[in-house]
């Protein structure tokens, strides 16, 4: 259950149509969806409206690929499958989702794969991916985990497999593979379907060899299983399957290739070229075996040739510049079945042909043998990604096309025809620190922009379309042609000068920029060809070549270009090849060149010497060192290579003496001196900290060809850090405080009590020690006259004493210390408990405006506009939010690394009156029809900005309003009072307030019914299972805003669906016993889920199906997928079968009188989740579940929230040991709840716990108290025998978490609800507070000043003179406590509850009170001659009272006190002002 950010992209597509090469095609058993993959890896999925019009129109772009994409299969069976596997040329695979897009899983093999064949086993839901491509073997894959199950292999002539089919012979019940080598050997293994539980290869069981090299497809005939047609480039062979005997060749046409074909009929086939026509054949009576002249090979004639009577040709003949890719579909509808054949092309157009029938092709073939020539036949629809991009009216926007219309003082033109003269965007780079755009064009122009205007300008409507000039440019002006890169080297090390700008075009020319000025610097001319790319050398290098920037050009040179020398000091220009990459040794002095023939140039960088050209073994071998060394590769910022990755220092050393490298000589001699003295001071080891921003601007194009279009990352994390990281700055610690948002004094308050009780009592002990220290060494010095045996005892009793006196001083030392910092620490801290590894640094240096900008960005594209016209009317004014210009294309960031992209061209427009425009049907309704995860993403992203703007001061996007509430700010420091400000200020703000409510409150709760109202019956509703992933995100506001988002889902689910949610998830819960849990490798100890079973069907029937995103924190081993997959599931379960257990049905249990109340845990399910929660807070950590992760958070939360729906299940003792031991383990004191910031993982848990543990005393304060009293007697019991034990006890939790007790009982005992519990447990009250408080307090002062809650218990009295604390009990018993004897004693004294009892000042008399027995006693304690002996505490007078009226009683928060008057009168105080005196 990683935590990860929450990101939300937003494309910019322009107006021309990405282009799409289509390498394969596939289309889906429902028959509504098309998948096409391209020759440069990205997949297209189109949305087909019915097959009896094929009108499609493409949907997502799914981006994931970085080679073509050779094959796309099914991962499921069923005509409701809609998870699809795709494989490139370079090994990747992954698992798709077509619904919502997104990438479920991702994998680089060793292997790359020609062909996949899904096969589904008759009788099964299983199904198994058979494989072949560029290896020996026939490998059988998982669809869901991408791993290999089975192989394959062969026993006779082992070579690489061509083509294969997978098929199940009638009246059989074992699978058949036929497959044939590219070198012409057939092969034939037989499948029993135990294969899966062998670990054995599977050898063939025929093998022939015959006449057919390199295949591209081999088909058995599914009509006859006798048949098999075997299609190669130059022929295709129809075979008999008995025998494998060639029954038919025919050669393919005259400058065509043949590329595939299929069986569309016993007796005809269809055969398609690399010209993108399509062949049907009668085959001859001889391959026929319903003839009598099957298998005979003297048939001549007409009989024993093929007849082609029909052609299939696209409506337009066009040269293709790439074979097309087919696919021949068959499917029944309607009690018929319709053949197709599916071609796309190298300009993304998808054809599709309708087979003719037996009928219609018997009548073609009577009309070809009357015409001898074969009829055409043309496509029944063709639809193009270009085709529907020009249909959409307005045209999809780019980045700059508004600022192109101001430039050419252009009206703007919806057609999209005035573009022409705009140059195209060919290279791009994001300043985010600026928050700036520089793009370079076709023109060799430069163009800067400052981002957030730019976008506000193209997709929002607001006052700013009345300026012409708005936003402000900036032209750079050097090159004369195409501008191919950008570098802006101070986003990859701060050591570059932050106004520098490199850019690169096709003049040969590197330009360097000062972005302030607009001025050329310099002009670098040192390449023969066009500039492709630019790097940054890595930190490490020397001096000299830390201010370079390298440079990569098309004539395969290579410079290092010195930006502060202003010249190039390495040209490196002797590479045969294209460079494909840059490598870096910078300790090493060396820079390594990567051609695409696989030789690696190693050039020294300060000589510019050639040290040496590496290829073959040697070279890969190189390759895998430096990415071993280095997290930057080829980029331009990364690490250059850790000490242990780098050559022998003399190497080095000798090396640089023999180039005459003296840079290279003085970093070897350092390096050695390192090694000499070990490690030290880091100072040349640079650590660049990963930075966040609220938004980046990234550029990307389908092909080199295309011009960018550019993609909008909104990092929601990021954006909600930047608004709190503000908006604390401003506040003082005590402000801080005020507001809730930390509550350090009041836990340094309670911690004091646990120390030492002051500075000058431990000055007082450590000259105490220190006088010991002393004596014993005067002791060893005079001892060294005695004899030797008195010497040797006096030197080892003695040597002891020093030993531990200084042991205990430095104990003291510390404890002094820890004191001091503690009194001394000041809030500005805080910082501390940010992310240790720099992920949210304290400050992004953006200012406010930009900040709150990118927010109204993000809120203006996300706010479903239309469902609400009023809470429109006061987002407009108030809030300061802006209605889109055009329907928005998002996208979606999987977790497994891939990317979908929404296409402006996919609008499930619907008819509404209410909706009239396409803007207002996209945002109301279509915006929440795209995708499940869109949905839930985008709600979690606007509900939790929404929470953050509410959070600080009610901030708003009006510039006036925003003006005025930064200036209040700053006049009352960050407190935002306005109780005692201007009446009008008070009122916008409660106005913001409340519009920024009601927009969380639409779309949280009422969302789905206003949708719904408006007639949508595709909406996608809300994915709980992502919401129970995010559950205990890092970040507090979408932590809260996804247990928001759940609880309302779950509460509009109602109990049966609730119950039905549960039933679904319940085989994943994990049946684990009782602790003491044992840390192990394997953590599923109850199901055991495979992992080519899909995830469990979502709660919505009706809906489409989806998959539950990855929960990773359970850290499975990589070489078992079916751990993985089960503890993903395990993880979603465990949650939500503990969130609605601890809110759903522990209100049902409270109320059981509700009606319909039906609990959606039964009992077993209620005991599972709560031993699985107790196992999540009670496991150790270990690798496959570290200590400190969201899903352990979540575990801490959701047994804290449901503990009395749990506690029957739990062992309640340990797990308040193990919540206390969490939450005593952050060094520093801990924010509350309200502090927003990201913490570290350990801060997070120790609040989390604190959380939980306070929740479980307010729900159960009888249980908690008597618990923690029951381990505080074990640990006294441990402590007496602790020196024969031989135990620690420092480090015992109880020891350490005396502060997290104590903060507890004090917010029980000031809790109305709890006060009646605790008066019978006073005894064990007390107990827990003579533990956690140190006794030093108690010397000096009473227990009621220490611990001032005790106040409120009247049957609690404290003696300063004697040392005696006295507790009255509920059973009529006193409890004395001796704490110089450290002693109790129970004494018998009322027939009854004492209601009261004191002590007089010198302590010899105590005076008990019983109300319910309506009796006052008096005690006296004496102790034998000279303090000697045993004392005792005997009753010397008792006296009746009156009667305490109803009306107290019944008050149980004002109770009877005494009062002692004298030593020998003392008053009784009734709640009614009554007042007795007594005399003893």
Not at 634 to 647: K, T, V, Y
Not at 1134 to 1163: H, M, N, R, S, Y
């Amino acid at each position: 259950m990683a935590s990860s950010n929450l990101v939300v992209p937003v494309v910019m597509w322009g107006r021309d149509a990405p282009s799409h090469c289509i390498s394969s095609v596939y289309l889906m058993r429902d028959q509504r969806t098309l998948v096409t993959g391209s020759q440069d890896g990205q997949i297209i999925i189109w949305a087909l409206d019915n097959t009896d019009t094929w009108k499609l129109n493409p949907r997502h772009m799914l981006i994931g690929h970085t080679s073509l994409v050779r094959c796309i299969a099914k991962a499921s069976p069923g005509t409701d499958c809609h998870h699809i596997v795709s494989s490139s040329d370079n090994g990747e695979m992954s698992l798709w989702d077509t619904v919502d897009g997104q990438c479920i899983d991702s994998k680089k093999l060793n292997f790359i794969h020609t062909n996949i064949q899904a096969y589904r086993v008759p009788d099964s839901s299983v199904v198994k991916l058979f494989c072949c491509g560029f290896y020996e073997e026939v490998l059988v894959m998982d669809p869901y985990s991408l791993t290999v199950t089975f192989t394959l292999n062969s026993r006779i002539n082992p070579d690489w497999i061509a083509s294969f089919h997978v098929l199940r012979p009638r009246n059989r019940q074992d699978d058949v593979v036929l497959a044939l080598t590219t070198s012409g050997t057939v092969k034939v293994w037989t499948l029993s379907g135990e294969e899966d539980k062998s670990s054995n290869n599977i050898l063939e069981n025929e093998s022939k060899q015959i006449r057919c090299l390199n295949a591209l497809s081999m088909t058995c005939c599914v009509y006859n299983m006798r048949t098999v047609l075997v299609v190669c480039a130059t022929y295709w062979n129809v075979y008999d399957a008995g025998d494998f005997t060639c029954l038919l060749s025919v050669p393919c046409r005259r400058g065509e290739r043949w590329i595939g074909g299929e069986f569309i009929a016993a007796d005809r086939i269809c055969c398609w070229s690399d010209t993108g026509h399509g062949y049907l054949y009668k085959l001859p009576t001889n391959c026929i075996v319903e003839s009598k002249d099957f298998h005979n090979k003297t048939v001549d004639g007409q009989a024993g040739r093929p007849r082609l009577f029909c052609v299939l040709k696209p409506e337009v003949e066009e040269n293709l510049s790439c074979p097309p890719a087919f696919k021949y579909m068959i499917f029944n509808k309607e009690g018929r079945w319709w053949k197709y054949l599916l071609r796309g092309d190298n300009k993304g157009a998808i054809s599709v042909w309708r087979i003719p029938d037996t009928a219609e092709c018997a009548a073609l073939q009577l009309k070809a043998e009357k015409d001898g020539t074969a009829d055409s036949l043309y496509p029944v629809a063709t639809h193009s990604v270009k085709k529907s991009w020009k249909s959409i009216i307005p045209p999809p926007v780019g980045i700059l096309d508004q600022l192109d219309q101001n430039m050419n003082q252009q009206p703007p033109d919806l057609s999209g025809d005035d573009d022409e003269n705009s140059p195209a965007l060919t290279s791009h780079i994001f300043l985010p620190v600026q928050c700036r755009l520089v793009l370079g064009r076709e023109d060799g122009s430069i163009v800067l922009v400052p981002a957030t205007q730019t976008i506000m300008m193209h997709l929002l409507r607001g006052k700013h379309h009345k300026y012409t000039s708005w936003p402000q440019h900036q032209l750079l002006l050097g090159h004369t042609g195409r501008v191919n890169c950008l570098l802006y080297p101070n986003n990859e090390n701060p050591r570059y000068d932050v106004a520098h700008l490199i850019s690169g075009g096709i003049d040969f020319s590197v330009c360097l920029w000062d972005i302030y000025t607009g001025s050329l610097i310099h002009r670098f001319s040192s390449h023969g060809g066009e500039v492709l790319r630019l790097y940054v050398p890595p930190p490490g290098v020397s001096h000299r070549v830390g201010y370079c920037v390298c440079g990569v050009a098309s004539d395969h040179s290579v410079t290092l270009l010195s930006l502060k020398e202003r010249r190039c000091i390495l040209l490196a220009s002797r590479q045969l090849f294209p460079v494909t990459s840059i490598k870096w040794k910078p300790l090493d002095d060396f820079m390594l060149v990567c051609c695409s023939d696989g030789s690696i140039y190693i050039w020294q960088m300060e000589t510019g010497h050639l040290d040496r050209v590496v290829s073959g073994m040697a070279a890969q071998d190189i390759l895998e060192a430096c990415d071993e060394g280095s997290g930057g590769g080829a980029g331009g910022g990364g690490a250059g290579g850790g000490e242990a990755n780098l050559a022998n220092p003399a190497l080095g050393l000798l090396r640089g003496i023999r180039h005459r490298n003296l840079a290279a000589i003085k970093m070897a001699t350092q390096r050695g001196i390192n090694k000499l003295q070990g490690p030290g001071d880091k100072e040349y080891q640079y650590q660049e900290k990963v930075r966040a921003f609220p938004l980046v601007v990234d550029g990307f194009r389908t092909n080199q060809a295309d011009p960018e279009g550019h993609i909008l990352f909104f990092d929601v994390e990021a954006l909600i850090v930047q608004l709190l990281t503000e908006e604390y700055t401003v506040m003082s610690p005590g402000t801080m405080e005020v507001q809730g948002l930390t509550n350090q004094a009041e836990y340094e308050r309670i911690r004091a009590l646990t120390k030492v009780n002051s500075p000058d009592a431990a000055k007082k002990i450590a000259g105490f020690l220190n006088k010991v220290k002393d004596t014993a060494d005067s002791r060893l010095q005079a001892g060294i006259t005695a004899s030797p045996e008195t010497q040797k005892k006096l030197t080892g009793i003695m040597s002891k004493v020093k030993e531990g006196a200084e042991k205990a001083k430095e104990e003291l030392e510390k404890a002094k210390r820890e004191f001091e910092d503690r009194m001394h620490e000041d809030m500005s801290d805080k910082g501390s408990i940010t992310e240790e590894n720099g992920l949210r640094p304290s400050s992004l240096q953006l200012e406010i405006n930009l900040t709150l900008e990118i927010g109204q960005l993000l809120l203006s594209l996300l706010h479903a506009w239309g469902l609400d016209k009023d809470l429109d009317k006061v987002a407009l004014t108030k809030l300061g939010l802006l209605k889109p210009r055009f329907p928005v294309s998002f996208g979606l960031v999987s977790g497994a690394g891939g990317m979908s992209l929404v296409l402006p061209t996919w609008n499930p427009r619907r008819d509404n009156p209410n909706l009239p425009t396409l803007v207002e049907y996209f945002t109301a309704v279509g915006h929440w029809e795209l995708s499940h995860t869109i949905t839930t993403h985008h709600l979690l992203s606007l509900i939790s900005v929404t929470n953050t703007l509410t959070s600080v001061s009610n901030a708003s996007f009006v510039p006036e309003q925003e003006r005025k509430r930064k200036l209040v700010r700053q006049a009352t420091h960050g407190a935002m009072d306005v109780g005692n400000l201007d009446i009008s200020f008070s009122k916008q703000q409660e106005h913001i307030k409340q519009g920024w409510s009601l927009l969380s409150t639409l779309h949280c709760v009422l969302l789905h019914d206003k949708v719904k109202q408006l007639g949508s019956a595709r909406h996608k509703r809300i994915q709980v299972e992502i919401l129970a992933i995010k559950w205990q995100d890092r970040c507090l506001q979408v932590r809260l805003a996804s247990q928001e988002l759940l609880v309302a889902e779950l509460k509009n689910m109602g109990p049966t669906g609730r119950k039905h949610l549960v039933e679904i998830w319940s085989p994943y819960v994990p049946k684990f016993g009782d602790p003491p849990f044992q840390t192990s490798h394997n953590l599923i100890n109850g199901t055991n889920t495979g992992a080519s079973s899909p995830p469990p069907e979502p709660q919505h029937i009706d809906e489409e199906d989806e998959r539950a995103s990855s929960a990773r924190d359970f850290r499975p081993d990589e070489d078992d997928p079916s751990a993985a997959a089960a503890k993903r599931n395990q993880t979603t379960a465990v949650i939500l079968c503990g969130v609605i257990g601890a809110l759903f049905d522990l209100e049902l249990e409270k109320d059981e009188k509700k009606e319909g109340g039906i609990p959606a845990l039964d009992t077993v399910m209620t005991r599972l989740t709560a031993k699985a929660l107790m196992y999540l807070v009670l496991s150790p950590a270990s690798e496959q579940l570290p200590a400190h992760t969201p899903l352990r958070r979540a575990a801490l939360d959701l047994i804290g929230r449901g503990f009395v729906l749990w506690e029957p299940h739990l062992e309640v003792s340990k797990v308040l040991l193990g919540l206390l031991d969490m939450a005593s383990e952050a060094d520093k004191w801990v924010p509350s709840q309200k502090y927003a910031l990201p913490l570290t993982p350990v801060a997070d848990c120790c609040r989390t716990a604190r959380h939980a543990l306070s929740s479980i005393a307010k729900a159960r304060a009888g249980v908690f108290i008597t618990s923690i009293a029951k381990e505080i007697a074990r640990y006294n019991t441990l402590a007496s025998n602790q020196q024969t034990l031989n135990v620690n006890l420092n480090h015992h939790v109880l020891s350490r978490s005396k502060a997290e007790v104590l903060h507890v009982l004090e917010t029980l005992i000031n809790l109305d609800t709890t006060i009646s519990e605790i008066k019978d447990l006073l005894t064990d009250v007390i107990d827990i507070i003579l533990h956690c408080v140190d006794h030093n307090h108690l010397k000096q002062k009473p227990l009621q000043e220490v611990f001032p809650p005790v106040q409120t218990f009247h049957q609690v009295s404290h003696c300063l003179a004697t040392r005696r604390i006295a507790v009255g009990t509920k059973s009529g018993s006193m409890v004395m406590y001796e704490l110089r004897a450290s002693k109790v004693q129970t004494i018998p004294a009322h027939q009854a509850a004492i209601t009261a009892l004191s002590f007089n000042t010198d302590g010899k008399n105590l005076v008990t009170y019983s109300a319910p027995e309506n009796k006052l006693s008096f005690w006296q304690t004496s102790t034998g001659m000279f303090g000697l002996g045993q004392a005792v505490t005997r009753c010397t007078k008792s006296y009746n009272t009156t009667p305490v009226p109803l009306v107290v009683k019944w008050n149980p928060l004002r109770t009877p006190r005494l009062v002692w008057v004298s030593n020998k009168t003392v008053t009784l105080l009734l709640p009614d002002g009554t007042e007795t005196r007594f005399n003893c």
